[in-house]
């Protein structure tokens, strides 16, 4: 008996702590509407009184989450109701150092708030760090803008290793499940570990710069990780600015309601990592997706046009291929190919460009000329629909233009096969050796060739190596140099310079075996694993001198030429570590049957062990030349033009 006093006892207590005080601010809102009823509006308290109201409004249906569970708006202080139109996770520079942040865009003004650490069972709230009226907020012009300030980066092997240690987990993970059939304190101590390299991945990632301005104070930096989000973020506002807006000025008490919204009215509620999403999500696919872009139709005025396509992964999206402009048209008809690599992706992104040559137009934050966004869109890679050997076609609508294209996915597997040639007359999936000997020179005449068009109107372009060439004009290229044909010099000065650095990753991808060899493979993983610098060099330098003169010299020759492209690395954007990246596999991979023995595994994965140890190779010989190409010149034929 004594005990279900105390209970009740305790029942009241917590009862009245809990709803008293919203009892009370219940009855304060009844007695302001009736006040404000009987309350003549030239009367001075009449505003007061009106603001007292919406105050108590706020209050009641931010903790009210049973009545309004949903809720999407908050009062302003005129009594009308703002909206949340846009919300997401941003990385803000403040201070030279990354920040991440939800940023939330209403109705009038643009709120940037950092989420708070709170007791364990309690919800989470938002701290405003700052916010902009969007009467007052506009976007820094090509003039204004001043060159970016220093931003605490992380080098790339730091976010190479990253996506290492996420791909790790993921394995471990799965590992974990099959072997406890459900849930484990490992899985969960293996998913907050993956969770927390997928946030630092996340924010430091993103590069392009998105400034915005108060006219009243200071200017804000974010950095997204593609065109795409900076687009969407600016028509927002500025669809919202068409409308007449007024400035407004939030009361510390105004302020702190709202931001404390936020919280329910939030749309993302999760910083976009894999770690937090459900097991039955689809992970991704990987492999290449191979996408053909047809056609543009809906342009209302000629233009110079070109498309970009940009596919996500690990939480971010990179730009993966660019078509040719087509110049002063309304209808271009590209009806180009492209090879995309794709790293547990889930979404594929179209924009379309209207190309800008005027000089005036400088971007001052990376020296480019800023070209307009006419449209963008995107596709989600069902991996059932990608998946079958058919094209499948598809049509992107944006802002009124429409962009066809097609797609078909193959699996990593399939497509990283090395398959010899059956025609040995030919360079492409013939030995090395046999074709050296023929052509009687150290250096494919292909690899000369190519290398010599790059150095000559390619090194400055962005993304060179990195961005996919049209596939047609990649097998175009490829027929001519198996054919031996006459015409191929031309044919290479009139081509898209990224298909003939596509060509030229396509004969390495495409040797019966690597350029390194098979024998050497396993030596060449072991090697770059010795932790001792000493030891490493004598026998990194030792197994390249056991390599054949003609893989030996062309390999030689293919580092001094990616150092020369790095070089130009604040131009183009494509460091040492980014050509390592994209070469290494296509320079070591193992032929197919060296693959068992040397236990590769590149199905699943790409940022496997056994493929970034392949990109260290190839990244310590950029960084320790073991020979100068003056040194090359002198003692080969490299030079011989007998071809």
């Given at each position: 008996m004594e005990v279900l006093l105390v209970l009740r006892l305790c029942c009241n207590c917590t009862y009245a702590l809990l709803y008293k005080p919203i009892d009370r601010v219940t009855r304060s809102t009844l007695v302001l509407h009736d006040l404000l009823k009987h309350t003549p509006k030239d009367h001075p308290d009449f505003p007061l009184l009106q603001d007292a109201l919406r105050i108590s409004q706020n209050f009641l249906s931010s903790i009210n989450e049973e009545i309004d569970p949903r809720r999407t708006a908050v009062t302003t202080p005129k009594g009308e109701a703002r909206q949340l139109v846009k919300d997401g996770f941003l990385v803000e520079v403040s201070e030279g150092t990354r920040k991440l942040r939800h940023v939330f865009l209403f109705t009038d003004l643009l709120l940037c708030a950092k989420m708070k650490k709170t007791a364990v069972g309690r919800h989470q709230q938002y701290e405003c760090k700052w916010y902009i009226p969007l009467a007052d907020l506009s976007f820094q012009t090509l003039d204004e803008s001043d060159s970016l300030p220093h931003v605490q980066t992380l080098a790339e092997h730091e976010i190479e290793e990253m996506k290492i240690k996420i791909s790790s987990i993921k394995s471990e993970i799965q590992k974990e499940k099959k072997a406890q059939k459900g849930q484990s304190r490992n899985v969960d101590r293996l998913r907050k570990k993956m969770n927390e390299q997928e946030s630092c991945l996340l924010l430091n990632s993103p590069t392009i710069p998105f400034r915005i301005h108060n006219k009243h104070g200071k200017s804000y930096l974010f950095l997204l990780s593609?065109?795409?989000?900076?687009?969407?973020?600016?028509?927002?506002?500025?669809?919202?600015?068409?409308?007449?807006?007024?400035?407004?000025?939030?009361?510390?008490?105004?302020?702190?309601?709202?931001?404390?919204?936020?919280?329910?009215?939030?749309?993302?509620?999760?910083?976009p990592v894999t770690s937090n999403k459900d097991d039955e999500e689809s992970p991704g696919l990987y492999g290449f997706l191979h996408v053909i872009v047809h056609k543009a139709t809906g342009f209302k005025e000629s233009a110079n046009l070109y498309c970009t396509l940009e596919v996500?992964?690990?939480?971010?999206f990179v730009s993966k291929a660019k078509t040719r402009v087509f110049r002063d048209t309304t209808e271009p008809q590209w009806n180009e190919e492209f090879e995309i690599e794709l790293e547990g992706s889930q979404c594929l992104r179209i924009l379309c460009y209207e190309k800008c040559y005027d000089k005036s137009k400088l971007n001052k934050d990376d020296n480019e000329i800023v070209d307009k966004i006419m449209g963008k869109g995107q596709v989600q890679l069902d991996p059932q629909t990608v998946q079958s050997k058919n094209w499948h076609m598809d049509v992107i609508e944006m802002n009124g233009i429409k962009v066809e294209f097609s797609m078909k996915f193959t699996s990593r597997d399939l497509s990283l096969k090395r398959t010899p040639s059956k025609k040995q007359s030919g360079v492409f999936g013939v030995k090395i050796s046999v074709v050296t000997k023929r052509e009687r020179s150290k250096v494919p005449y292909i690899v000369r060739q190519c290398i010599e068009e790059v150095e000559k109107r390619g090194i400055d372009e962005v993304g060179i190596y990195r961005i996919s060439g049209v596939a047609t004009d990649i097998q175009a290229l490829k027929a001519a140099f198996d054919a031996n044909t006459k015409d191929?010099?031309?044919?290479?000065?009139?081509?898209?310079?990224?298909?003939?650095?596509?060509?030229?990753?396509?004969?390495?991808?495409?040797?019966?075996?690597?350029?390194?060899?098979?024998?050497?493979?396993?030596?060449?993983?072991?090697?770059?694993?010795?932790?001792?610098?000493?030891?490493?060099?004598?026998?990194?330098?030792?197994?390249?001198?056991?390599?054949?003169?003609?893989?030996?010299?062309?390999?030689?020759?293919?580092?001094?030429?990616?150092?020369r492209v790095a070089e130009k690395e604040p131009i183009n954007k494509m460091s040492l570590h980014n050509l390592a990246t994209v070469f290494g596999p296509t320079l070591l991979r193992p032929s197919e049957s060296e693959s068992s023995k040397a236990q590769i595994t590149l199905a699943s994965d790409i940022w496997s062990h056994d493929v970034m140890a392949q990109v260290q190779v190839l990244l310590y010989y950029l960084q320790h030349p073991p020979i100068s190409f003056a040194e090359l010149k002198k003692n080969t034929l490299y030079f011989s033009t007998d071809v």
């Open positions: 593609s065109d795409y989000e900076r687009s969407e973020w600016r028509e927002s506002i500025q669809k919202l600015q068409k409308k007449d807006l007024q400035a407004c000025v939030l009361s510390s008490v105004e302020l702190q309601v709202l931001t404390g919204s936020c919280f329910k009215l939030r749309t993302v509620h999760n910083i996500d992964s690990f939480g971010y191929i010099l031309m044919m290479l000065s009139d081509m898209d310079i990224n298909a003939i650095a596509g060509t030229l990753k396509l004969y390495f991808r495409e040797l019966p075996e690597p350029l390194l060899t098979d024998r050497l493979y396993p030596a060449f993983m072991e090697g770059i694993s010795l932790s001792d610098p000493a030891a490493k060099e004598n026998c990194m330098m030792h197994l390249l001198r056991s390599l054949p003169d003609p893989n030996l010299i062309t390999f030689l020759t293919l580092l001094e030429h990616l150092k």
